[in-house]
């Protein structure tokens, strides 16, 4: 009887907790939503940004955000990849090993405006390359690296062994059967963890305030030569993302509608991250069911 | 009387005249070590080709540890010592490709591991990386591993459904298949049974026997019915030690080991 209270109490309390957790993101989201939908339009998708006037966009902010993600991701993930199946597959148990897993750790508590500093004293003054896309891709691929290779270690991890026995036992070189059977199987939860990495990178803001900087000059959207100093795909441009146009405003904003400018970005930055977390789900989801059931 | 009790000296272990059988593959001295402990000890056995040989013993007597031991899947796992011949050459050497050894000495496991990709990738696919790229050659070998596994029949309207959609049996009975479309010589088999239901079984059980018309058939079972009802030859393991290796016929009736009558009697320990 008295183990059957404790069970009882034990979990109203749980259900208590969790649902004060929904409660709290629920108010969080609806008041960030309701307060800024309203100012969403496609001129203010679309429309560059103003310091002195109102009426101004944040065209140019998020196509930085989309440009600077997709750049962390192609640097990042590859290093990742590799730092992962060495993790998982290949490392002996020694002291380097160790090492580099520590590295790992350490890297992932960093809090991001650390290493946003890091960048800026580094790649910004040091080597020299000023506010820019590659700065900010750079200091967010610190950033996102720990985060990325854990999962996909663990990800290949969750592979029984007994998957890589049979590629063995058929004759498959280790590097074969790792990269044509287990990275396959692997791949969902692989998915998943980059989509839901790019959320994060996609709302972080400390660590690119003093690398990518915090000024959206003006790009022409009309010259596509990345070599060209107005064209949108210029790594050398200083890039101010949608998450720094937010604190900017918030710490520094003249513009007569700051307020509404703030909260429309907020609800667009919030729905962006909402749909890169379901949408890491339902193509996890999908992946894990093409690769297991019946087609 | 205890089950450390037995005399490990108090041995019989079968050798063939080499005039009247053919020998797949022999043991000689074989040690396996899983860093201090000692798993296996003077491991001797003559396997004879086209016959199914039983491994039998207690769980942890050292069955798998041999059968891993004989295509190299206990490498960077344990440190294994002694030869391992076959065809005239030594196995368990440097200088062996293990990856082409294992071609000629497949492996089905106790769990089935068919990969997470259709019926008809998971035997091609080795076929495939090995550079077989004649289709209507693929789908011949697809068929016929397929048929010597027993598996056609259930399964050929559905060759791109996942490999995952099957039942366990069936999934066995294709990990089979796959191995076999490398056209081993020799098949070892971990309790491929030991996970499935009766009837799927005793459809693995015939599977086997009409396979040892081709291959020299090696298999781990806990289970002595099966090994009295499928293999020729038998192979008593107890606490890494082969105590008896003879006809399967007289370990189970007339078996000349104190441990191996106990433990087929089943006063075991
Ligand atoms: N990977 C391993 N590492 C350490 N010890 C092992 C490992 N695999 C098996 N052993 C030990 O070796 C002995 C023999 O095991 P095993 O060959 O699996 O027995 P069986 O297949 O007859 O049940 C057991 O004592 C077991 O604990
Ligand atoms: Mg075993």
Redesign the interface.
Known sequence: MKTKLQNNVAITVIRVIAALVVLILAFLLGDILISGIPHISWHFLTAASQSFTSGGGIGVQLFNSIYLLILTLIISFPISLGAGIFLSEYAPKNIFTATVRMAIEVLSSLPSVVVGLFGFLLFVVQMDMGFSILSGAIALTFFNLPLLTRNIEESLRAV?D??R?????????KW?TVT??IL??ALPGIVTGVVLGAGRVFGEAAALIYTAGQSATNINFGNWNPFNSTSPLNLMRPAETLAVHIWKINSEGVMPDAAAVSAGSSAVLIIAVLIFNFSARVIGNQLYRK????? | MGINKYDFNEKNILKFDSNEHELAIVTKNLQVFYGDKHALFDGDLEFERYKITSLIGASGSGKSTYLRSLNRMNDNVARVEGEILYRGLNVNSKKINVYEMRKHIGMVFQRPNPFSKSIRENITFALKEQGLKNKKKLEEIVETSLKDAALWDEVKDDLDKSAWSLSGGQQQRLCIARTIAMKPDILLLDEPASALDPISTSKIEETLVELKKRYTIIIVTHNMQQASRISDYTAFFHLGHILEYDKTKHIFTTPKVTATNDYISGNFG
């Open positions: 029984p007994l998957q026995e049979a590629g063995l036992s058929l004759g498959l070189s074969k044509k059977i396959p199987e690769l297991t059931a019946t087609k």
